[in-house]
């Protein structure tokens, strides 16, 4: 999420702690096939409300499940362009329409720490999951909302923006990331 004011002491801690719970480059549940999520019940629903702290505390904008070391096909994601929009989860997503048109933006991840890549998506998507009291639900989105989305789903599918962008800026993705394991 974009930040107008650097962050505190305190807001510096709270991310640093959540993103020691975020599973990090080269960890194998990043390129693993999350397994569809059978029943939403109460457990989901905490775990989706821990994730979405997480989230938070990271000052991220969506989080997989698989982003946490859960193989469970579902994500928490802010509804709106930065932290104005509501939290909430998307359980068993699809993407059922992409648009032909597509558009390049440059692309984070809390997953990818110091790593920046274009990425071309498409610039409209329409999405089927479920929402946490298990009732369908279907998104059209535009825009930031499109591009999370597509970021999320790619991550149940075991995808990373590295895999999406060009072989440069991956080659200059892995080396920044190399060098942040020393």
């Not at 929009?85 to 110091?114: F, H, M, R, Y």
Request: proline share 3%; net charge negative; glycine share 8%.
């Amino acid at each position: 999420m974009a930040r107008e004011r650097p962050l505190t002491d305190a807001e510096l801690q709270r991310r640093d702690a959540a993103l020691q719970q975020i599973r990090q480059w080269g960890d194998p549940s990043l390129k693993a096939v999350a397994r569809p999520v059978d029943v939403v019940d109460d457990d989901l629903v905490g775990e989706a409300r821990r994730l979405i702290t997480i989230m938070d505390a990271a000052f991220g904008a969506g989080l997989a499940a698989t982003q946490v070391g859960i193989l469970r096909r579902y994500f928490v994601y802010r509804e709106g362009d930065e932290e104005l929009g509501a939290a909430t989860a998307l359980i068993n997503p699809v993407i059922e329409w992409s648009s032909d048109e597509t558009d390049v933006q440059t692309e984070g991840c809390l997953s990818l720490q110091g790593v920046a890549v274009d990425v071309e998506r498409p610039s409209q998507v329409r999405v089927k999951g479920l929402d946490l009291s298990g009732h369908e639900v279907t998104i059209e989105a535009t825009g930031g909302l499109s591009r999370r989305l597509q970021h999320e789903i790619d991550h149940l599918d075991g995808i990373l923006m590295l895999d999406r962008c060009s072989k440069d800026q991956r080659k200059a993705a892995v080396r920044t990331l190399r060098e942040g394991e020393d």
